[in-house]
């Protein structure tokens, strides 16, 4: 039974008076709650950064390698390469196999903006494939229509900490001869059939960015790989290609990790998997939750993945009917936190118009960003704040002229075809969410 102090359905004639009144029973609720995870290791935390500054190594350096080996250790595989963010991992992933001006790599387009960037700044062409509406993953059926003689990699994306259908997109990368760089951002620990995403494909490319489920106290990212000769290069591109010191082989970039990161990821590295549990603990509370509170004709949970872990870097819930939005504003009057994950699909970016893409391209990836939203799942969230959230958009649904008034906006706003082809440009359908220096990506 939940355990909130008011009823669902308590009184709702007035939806921002009954927030109001509820106010007063049910605890706000962040998206995250960075600090609770930083009061459990503060003293060790704060050793390591003093240690650090008192070595003066503050560029890669001994906590660095440790770090590395560290990880590799964890992740099953022989080199984890450190560097300066996920968004350097990509591209020097893409680097690492001579992706150049002209190539095509395939990526979905229901992802962070890194995915394609890379892409584009080697002077690339981001081909973007759909999803299945169910994991929000790439699909591999339009991967495989898409690739053609100008395809040179395949990006696919860990997205929420699910990973990939790996079974069916490795024979599609085989056959036509290309690598496959895994965007495992979101995905540490997520394995497949029992191995550790980063592992499955040619390079895995990690970030340390503070939200993600191995966090640090600023930027970092990481790459891993099973091939030597991969590892060693993307060791010299991450240094400007240098190798010894002053003589440079190839032209690579500026992307090492900070020592203090290494020394604060250390520290956080032992307790990831627990935390992981955490997080698949509350994701399976939550189902509990939308069960017996009977949402699940307005809300899909979504489903755990039976090939491998699934580490829920996110929890993101598909609304049906139109409401995400007042949904949102609704828990937002409430105090409780939530992210669309992204309400801008890549394809439709403006940076991207040059590249011809235009509504109704990507169905899925389209009705995803339309309708997609994410919940609180760190694993230091409490069993009741996970009842308030669940109770609160209960609160909104089974409200009947909350759904009317959503209802009839929603008719009003309908174009005469399909809500996705018609009307204006997609940007401008969007309300512009979050400022731009505060990302949750
Ligand atoms: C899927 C994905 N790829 C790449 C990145 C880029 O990582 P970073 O922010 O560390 O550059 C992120 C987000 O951080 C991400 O979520």
């Known amino acids: 039974m939940i ?60 906590d660095v390698t440790d770090l590395e080996t560290e990880l590799a250790r964890l992740l099953g595989v022989p080199h984890a390469i450190s560097c300066a963010s996920g968004s350097d991992s990509l591209l020097l992933a893409l680097m690492a196999f001579d992706i150049k001006a002209g190539d095509e790599v395939i990526l979905p387009s229901y992802t962070f903006f890194a995915t394609a960037s890379a892409v584009t700044r080697l002077g690339a062409v981001p081909i973007f494939a759909d999803i299945d509406p169910d994991t929000y993953l790439v699909s591999p ?10 395809t040179k990699a395949i990006i696919p994306v860990h997205l929420f900490g699910r990973t990939a259908d790996i079974d069916a997109l490795m024979p599609i990368a085989n056959s036509a001869g290309i690598p496959v760089i895994e965007d495992a951002a979101q995905s540490i620990l997520s394995t497949w059939h029992g191995r550790c995403s980063g ?49 440079h082989q190839v032209v690579g970039i500026n992307s090492r990790l900070d020592s203090i990161q ?6 956080k590295l032992p307790h990831l998997d627990r935390w992981t549990i955490g997080r698949q603990e509350n994701a399976a509370h939550y189902a509990e939750l939308f069960a017996e509170y009977d949402l699940d004709r307005h809300v899909t949970v979504p489903t755990d993945e039976p090939r ?12 049906a009917g139109g409401q995400r939005d007042a949904l949102r504003t609704h828990l937002a009057k409430c105090g409780v936190g939530t992210e669309i994950y992204y309400p801008v699909p890549l394809h439709l970016q403006k940076c991207f118009a ?74 401008r359908t969007m309300k512009a969410v979050g400022r731009a220096d505060d990302v949750r990506c």
Not at 262 to 267: E, G, I, K, S
Not at 356 to 374: H, I, Q
Not at 406 to 423: N, W
């Open 354 to 427: 040059h590249l011809g893409w235009g509504v109704g391209d990507l169905p899925e990836t389209e009705k995803a960003a339309l309708e997609t939203l994410a919940l609180p799942i760190y694993p230091e969230l409490r069993p009741e704040e996970q009842e308030t959230v669940v109770g609160r958009i209960a609160e909104f649904f089974h409200a009947p002229h909350l759904r009317r008034r959503a209802e009839e906006r929603v008719k009003a706003d309908a174009p005469a075809e399909s809500p996705l082809k018609a009307g204006p440009h997609f940007l």
């Open 199 to 247: 592992g499955l494909g040619d390079i895995g490319c990690f970030s340390f960015y503070p939200t993600k489920n191995l966090g640090g106290v600023g930027d970092g990212g990481f790459m891993t790989t099973t091939r030597d000769d991969l590892a060693a290069k993307l060791k010299l591109l991450r240094v400007h290609g240098m190798e010894p010191r002053y003589y």
């Open 308 to 319: 491998g872990r699934h580490v829920w870097n996110q929890f993101v819930v598909r609304i």
């Open 3 to 62: 355990r909130t102090n008011t009823s669902p359905s308590a009184n709702l004639a007035d939806p921002s008076v009954a927030s109001d009144e509820t106010q007063r029973f049910l605890p706000q609720v962040g998206l995250l709650a960075l600090d609770r995870q930083y009061a459990t290791l503060r003293n060790e935390i704060r050793a390591a950064i003093e240690r650090v500054c008192d070595s003066g190594r503050f560029i890669l350096g001994p």
């Open 141 to 150: 059926a339009d991967v495989k229509r898409k690739i053609s003689r100008r």
């Open 262 to 267: 290494a020394a604060v990821l250390r520290v």
